[in-house]
């Protein structure tokens, strides 16, 4: 389990981090346009504070000089773009982009984030906008650890807040260890530190192809369909502008490019239009 007590002190840090981002951003945020209101459903002028926990390559990524780089990087310009609003990312832990949502501080969170049913509780979400799934990664040698049940008992390394971190809380007899990013977990593994970590997919296998963590490979099926969204305060205006955006870019092919850009591959089959 993750400790009750860990989950909620993140949870409040995150809370206060964003306050905080809500506190300081106040002076440069340009008060909504008058004529925006019954307008509703149109961006044009907008400017968009999108938040991002840039550790999760090819998703997002700092670039050497720092700029922010990625799939959902160059998917939510493409958005912006389309939708006439201007994106300005904000990069936060990735278990303070939903209270950062629900304060207010940013307008929406584009971050390989799962739509799922216990986060729909207190954001929204935009339509599907890739597909995504558990994998299990452990030790190049390792020959024992092939399924999920195979993990009982073992060390667990996950990032906090997510769905990976969710399906090892489960494991009966599993001891988790979390950490803020993926490439942290995934570096415990490489270094001899647990036994396996669980993780998104294209993510573990993105940081073993690019060799940055050596030693490791995954196992076994992906454990999970997880399909992620861009997320948005409840009830957010730009969610039909988004979704407007969403379908047209994967209508005239914008949204294949980038995948290509990213995955070398087009991309594979269709995406429903709604994950739950
Ligand atoms: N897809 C996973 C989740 O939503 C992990 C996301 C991430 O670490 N950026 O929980």
Do not use: H
């Amino acid at each position: 389990m993750i400790k009750r007590s860990q989950f909620i002190k993140n949870t409040v840090l995150g809370l206060s981090g964003a306050l905080l981002l809500a506190a300081c951003n106040g002076g440069d945020q340009p008060a909504a346009a008058p004529e925006a209101d019954g307008a509703a459903s149109s961006a044009a002028g907008d400017t968009w504070t999108v938040g991002t926990e840039p550790a999760f390559p090819p998703f997002e990524s700092q670039g050497d000089g720092g700029e922010l780089v990625g799939f959902d990087i160059d998917l939510m310009e493409a958005i912006g773009e389309r939708a006439g609003a201007t994106v300005e990312f904000q990069s936060l832990p990735f278990d303070g982009l939903i209270p950062s949502l629900q304060t207010g501080a940013i307008d929406a969170a584009i971050s390989g984030m799962t739509i799922t049913e216990e986060r729909e509780q207190t954001v929204d979400f935009s339509r599907p906008y890739f597909r995504a799934g558990l994998a299990i990664a452990v030790a190049e040698d390792d020959e024992a650890i092939k399924t999920l049940s195979d993990l009982e008992n073992k060390a667990i390394a996950v990032q906090i807040g997510t769905t990976g971190a969710n399906q090892a809380a489960d494991i009966p007899g599993a001891e988790v260890s979390t950490f803020d990013s993926a490439p942290l977990a995934l570096q415990e593994l490489s270094n001899g530190n647990v036994d396996a970590v669980i993780n998104d997919a294209p993510v573990t296998l993105d940081a073993i192809n690019s060799g940055n963590i050596p030693g490791v490979k995954v196992v076994g099926e992906l454990l999970t369909e997880e399909y992620y969204g861009i997320a948005l305060p409840s009830d957010s205006p730009n969610i039909e502008a988004i979704n407007t955006a969403l379908d047209e870019l994967i209508e005239d092919g914008t949204y294949a490019e980038i995948y290509e850009k990213w995955f070398g591959t087009e991309p594979e089959g269709e995406l429903p239009e709604s994950a739950l």
